[in-house]
Nanobody
Framework: QVVLEESGGDSVQSGGSLRLSCVAHGGAGWTACMGWFRQVQGKEREGVATIDPDSVARYVDSVKGRFTISRDITKNTLYLEMNSLRPEDTAVYYC?????????????????WGQGTQVTVSS
């Protein structure tokens, strides 16, 4: 029974940076695989990045080199460092978790979701 809580979303100018956080309540046992997803208004939710139990990160092409996913296991917290933000990054960002060790960037792989945090990038 994992509950995820995101924070850090804000309005920022193009080229700026933000750091999102996600605290997993309910124990680290449910955070073997965690990820970030986002949903642009009017569009389907899409993957951003995941990190597996061995701390191997995966990213979609659109954010490679700009975003960094990491985790602090002792704090049950997942992070997403976002740099060089663009207007097209504007979306509600969700953190997600699964008990599986495998960690593909796939919506249906994750059973636990946060409520989302709004990121707005203006030009």
């Amino acid at each position: 029974q994992v509950v995820l809580e995101e924070s850090g979303g804000d309005s920022v100018q193009s080229g700026g940076s933000l750091r999102l956080s996600c605290v997993a309540h309910g124990g680290a046992g449910w955070t073997a695989c965690m990820g970030w997803f986002r949903q642009v208004q009017g569009k389907e939710r899409e993957g951003v990045a995941t990190i597996d139990p061995d701390s191997v990160a995966r990213y979609v092409d659109s954010v490679k080199g700009r975003f960094t996913i990491s985790r602090d296991i002792t704090k049950n917290t997942l992070y997403l460092e976002m740099n060089s933000l663009r207007p097209e990054d504007t979306a509600v960002y969700y953190c997600a978790a699964t008990s599986s060790r495998a960690c593909p960037i796939s919506l249906n792989w994750f059973g636990f979701w946060g409520q989302g945090t709004q990121v707005t990038v203006s030009s």
